[in-house]
């Protein structure tokens, strides 16, 4: 579960979870509270919670579809709270076969910050051996993000450069980038990030955010994914080098926030007529290069015409998540003053799937002057766990006031 859906959880109890994590299923209604309470475990920080936690990892049955969801989610808790205790619990999870599981423990592992022994790096290593390209990919995230080098390691994953699964072989291309120079295996990735396959394109953002290398910035930008995604790898590259205090990585930073569909490389087979059909459409496709197509079509679109469908959208489709974003980002994008009020009741959305949403609205207040949401955006410019949100919200804030500031100082020259 992304961090920034904590809210979810957030309303059971310490104690409760505490009790649920081990409860017999049939006694627990609805049964999915058990891993809810796991999840919210995850967030506790004393020592009893931590130990249920990894009695969890040991204790909860395989075979019992209940046992081993709350297992699962029990193990990556335990990467949540990324407490060295917890690594030889996870490590002993690597032997066992759920899958599910397993790749749950090394990614709880990296984010806790795991050198693995000898013994534990060649258990590892093996795991390569899975037909499972999911637990493949997992096991050379571990070694690319935990900078773990080896000759042997550097062979086996060289190898696997050109797997027939572009999630084993891009993953193999970051990992051979990052830690051993070699910056030209990673073109392939940059072609693969205008796929047709919307899941090559996921994972090709992903990859080159683990690569580490800051040439790959502009591309990411421009890809036809997810903001969400495009920006957790920008960070992931930006932030090990301070580069948002430079101008040029700071602007590409908003630009990618921003995210104007107009700035994407966007093939023909995502983009859609001007018709609200067409356009409709195209923004309930699950591909979000469609989505962005349809985003395409309502700035080309008149005045008049968006403003149309977006009363439209607004009456049937606003508490649609994907809807709403698209509705917001447009609203800024091209100042609809008339919609301001649909910007606000973003901005003051708290429900964890709008917090995109939020972004786009927080843009929009700068762009559409909407003086009297300093104080939200200020609050959450100190508050926000999500980066992107915090960090817009910073920008809006501190554009906002330099406006006031410049028309203050104009008033006073007349």
């Known amino acids: 579960m992304a961090e920034r859906f904590d809210v979810l959880v957030s309303g059971i109890s310490e104690a409760d979870a505490l009790s649920l994590l081990f409860a017999k299923t049939s006694d627990v209604s609805p049964p999915s509270d058990r891993y809810f309470a796991a999840t919210r475990l995850g967030l506790c920080g004393c020592d009893e919670t931590l130990n249920a936690l990894i009695r969890a990892t040991r204790e909860l049955r395989t075979d019992e579809l209940f046992d081993r969801i709350t297992r699962r989610k029990a193990i990556e808790a335990l990467g949540r709270r ?13 032997a066992c076969s759920d899958t599910e599981a397993v790749i749950n423990a090394i990614s709880a592992l990296t984010r806790i910050g795991w050198s693995p022994a000898p013994a534990e790096h060649d258990q590892l290593l093996n795991l390569l051996e899975s ?27 060289g190898e696997l450069c050109d797997h027939e699964s572009t999630l084993v072989s891009g993953a ?27 899941g090559k394109r996921r994972s090709a953002v992903i990859d080159i ?32 080098g301070g580069l948002l205090e ?16 107009l700035f994407l490389e966007l093939n023909d087979d995502w983009k859609c007529g001007f018709t609200p059909e067409d ?3 195209n923004l309930s496709h699950r591909d979000e290069a469609r989505q962005y197509g349809a985003a395409a079509s309502l700035m080309r679109i008149s005045r008049e015409e968006c403003l149309e469908l977006i009363d439209s959208m607004q009456e049937r489709l606003w508490s649609d998540y994907v809807t709403h974003y698209y509705l917001t980002c447009v609203v ?15 901005l003051a959305e708290t429900t964890p799937q709008y917090t995109k949403s939020r972004v786009a609205a927080a843009w929009a207040c700068v762009r559409l002057q909407l003086d009297d949401q300093l104080e939200l955006l200020y609050e959450l410019s100190n508050s926000s766990p999500w980066v992107p949100l915090r960090w817009t919200c910073q920008q809006a804030f501190a554009q906002l006031i330099d406006k006031q500031q410049s028309s203050g100082d104009l008033l006073t020259r007349c």
């Open 332 to 346: 800024g994008l091209r100042g609809l003053h008339e919609k301001s009020y649909l910007v606000r009741a973003a």
């Open 172 to 198: 193999a291309r970051a990992c051979l980038s990052k830690l051993y120079g070699e910056k030209g295996l990673m073109q392939p990735l940059l072609t693969q990030l205008t796929d047709l396959v919307a």
């Open 131 to 157: 037909e499972d390209v999911t637990l493949s990919r997992a096991v050379i995230q571990a070694f690319t993000r935990l900078s773990i080098k080896s000759s042997a390691s550097r062979s086996c994953i």
């Open 246 to 261: 430079v101008d040029f990585y700071h602007d590409l930073f908003k630009r990618l926030l921003l995210d104007n569909p």
């Open 279 to 281: 356009i409709e459409q």
């Open 82 to 94: 990324k407490d060295i205790r917890a690594i030889r619990p996870l490590v002993d999870v690597l």
């Open 209 to 240: 955010g683990d690569c580490g290398d800051q040439c790959f910035l502009p591309d990411l930008v421009k890809a036809p994914v997810s903001m969400s995604l495009r920006a957790k790898s920008f960070l992931q590259i930006a932030e090990v």
